[in-house]
């Protein structure tokens, strides 16, 4: 957001950045918040948008000494390798800095609150005016806010019950070593996260003279081992080259042609009408015998053939055919196209999605996401590396819980894990330490942290109309809570978070957007965002939120 206001010049403007922490730039996913020596990005310099300076530039100027600790040689990198997220929070950094010092060069008039944390902000419409207040009691006036708060984990029973984890960040907190089993919840990224810090508190990772890593587990944590709980019992698919690295292909249906389909379909955006366009008709031309495979398949039946063919597989042994698949991929420069291409679409379907009935927005929750967040997570190679170790020796696992799985915490510490295996009988394990680690969830209304928003109206509950009144008065009576009637009759499917319009402005309960409040934060526009990409969702919506406020 900042580089696009340093990016539009205006010199008539004041900007004031409000930070919580005494740096800026590298967020919590690249900062000590999120990530130890030991965690590495799972995106290139290729992939990233662009800054001030290539990354693979920047690399050159950084000292010796830190490249060595992240064992890095300047002369072999290039912007198709990933980083150590600690790093590429040092480049990010470096990069806030550099952006701070065109805008001076360019006269424009900002300021930088370090350790500045809001606690509240009130929206003033008939002085057209915003106040932010800080913790300690500091005030601001401002004409225009953008919430750009990140990450967020709410502690439910983190704190109050030992061995019991919300989340895995900061990962400092789960540097233990243990001699007793771990549950882990989810197979995503978070999970490989808290793998690599777990297990390196437990062990040493060791090379053979192959090449080949193995573990060894200390003796004082010889019952130490990791099972992951997985609602599908699925790895993340294994990182390969992305041939448009920015998610941004010319195929796809413009802004026009979608609010076109909008406007002939009744004010909806047709779930079928995305996946068609923006997806199936892609192959016709770059993958033809995929096409034919493809053309005739609804959604749901696409998604039943691709999970099929994983759920047929063991989660590890697949996890080696795409890690040999991946590597043919990256040293031959060719992507893996229907992979890609289901990221693309994901990143298409985000912006919109606001626009699609309840109907379409419950089938994509029930299908199209779990195959997106298994095939786009893109797990890098030496996390594959570690986990193969791990499971060769016995210490990793994955069951499948499914969507009854559920964790109640001890009374004396730890968690049970409930969950129906595969023959359909019960099952209930005990474990001394649990650790969440689905991702950052889509937090709802309730969880938005500015009161006097709430409290005024000035937000409103994120909902979607069913296009059905039928079906949306049978699932309510089906006892469905998140489904509300309005006074004429309509149904409402409340998803999490809060309303905004296609320029990220708040909207209040009669649907009116504020001119003077936007939000990227995505943890509480995950209803209307349902799958965000990183920094390519941050430079999607920085560019809607930069042209809403100069240029309309």
């Known amino acids: 957001m ?13 900007i004031h950045v409000f930070e919580k922490n005494k740096e800026l730039g590298s967020g919590m996913p690249y900062s000590a918040d999120g990530a130890n020596d030991e965690h590495v990005t799972n995106v290139s310099g290729n992939e990233i948008p662009e800054l001030v300076t290539p990354l693979d530039a920047w ?19 290039n912007e198709y390798k990933v980083l150590p997220r600690l790093l590429f929070g040092q480049y990010l950094s470096a990069e806030f800095g550099m952006l701070q010092q065109l805008a001076k060069e360019a006269g424009i008039d900002f300021t930088i609150h ?3 944390e809001i606690k509240d902000i ?10 932010v207040i800080a913790a300690d009691k500091q005030t601001f006036e401002v004409d225009v806010a953008v919430l750009c708060t990140g990450h967020r984990w709410p502690k439910r029973r983190e704190g109050k019950v030992t061995g019991y984890f919300d989340s895995p960040y900061p990962p400092l907190k789960i540097a233990l070593q243990l001699n007793h089993p771990v549950a882990i919840r989810g197979s995503s990224l978070t999970a490989v996260d808290a793998i690599r810090t777990l297990s390196r508190y437990n062990g040493i990772y060791e090379k053979d003279e192959e090449g080949k890593l193995h573990y060894k587990l200390y003796k004082e944590s010889k019952g130490f081992s990791i099972m992951m709980h997985s609602r599908n019992g699925m790895l993340p698919a294994v990182r390969f ?3 448009d690295s920015h998610l941004s292909n010319s195929s796809l249906l413009s802004t026009d042609e979608i609010a076109e389909h909008i406007k002939a379909n009744d004010g909806y955006l047709s779930l079928d009408y995305i996946f068609e366009k923006d997806f199936k008709e892609i192959f016709k031309e770059k993958d033809p015998g995929f096409y034919e495979k493809i053309k005739d398949k609804s959604i749901e039946q696409f998604v039943e053939m691709m999970m099929a063919e994983r759920e047929a597989a063991d989660a590890f042994e697949l996890m080696k055919a795409e890690y040999a698949e991946a590597e043919q991929s990256i040293k031959q420069r060719k992507s893996i196209f229907w992979k890609e291409m289901l990221g693309v679409l994901s990143f298409a379907m985000n912006y919109p999605a606001k626009h699609l009935s309840a109907e379409d927005m419950l089938r994509l929750q029930k299908t199209l996401i779990p195959l997106i967040s298994i095939v786009i ?22 069951v499948e819980v499914g969507d009854d799985g559920r964790v109640e915490p001890g009374d004396e510490g730890g968690a049970t894990y409930h969950y129906y295996g595969k023959d359909g009988k019960s099952r209930s394990v005990f474990y001394k330490t649990y ?42 009576e089906a006892g469905n809570k998140l489904i509300k009637q309005d006074n004429s009759g309509n149904y409402y499917l409340q998803v999490p978070g809060i309303a905004i319009n296609d320029n990220f402005q708040v909207v209040d309960e009669y649907g009116a957007l504020n001119e003077r409040i936007y939000i990227m934060a995505v943890p509480y526009i995950g209803g209307y965002n349902p799958d965000y990409s990183g920094l390519d969702f941050c430079e999607e919506a920085s560019e809607k939120i930069i042209k809403s406020m100069f240029e309309n």
């Open 2 to 14: 900042f580089k696009r206001l340093v990016d539009w010049g205006k010199t008539d403007i004041e």
């Open 59 to 77: 690399i050159r100027t950084v000292s010796r000494d830190t490249l060595n600790k992240f064992h890095i040689n300047p002369e072999n990198f």
């Open 114 to 116: 370090y350790g500045f």
């Open 122 to 131: 009130k929206d003033y419409p008939k002085q057209e005016v915003i106040e």
């Open 241 to 243: 080259h992305l041939e």
């Open 377 to 398: 997570a893109y797990i890098p190679q030496s996390s594959c590396d570690e986990m193969l170790a791990l499971h060769e020796a016995g210490l990793l696992d994955i």
């Open 435 to 476: 650790v969440d680690c689905i991702g950052q969830p889509h937090l709802n209304f309730e969880d938005f942290p500015f009161e006097s928003l709430v409290n005024k109206k000035t937000i409103s509950p994120a909902s979607l109309k069913f296009r059905s009144t039928d079906e949306g008065k049978h699932m309510m």
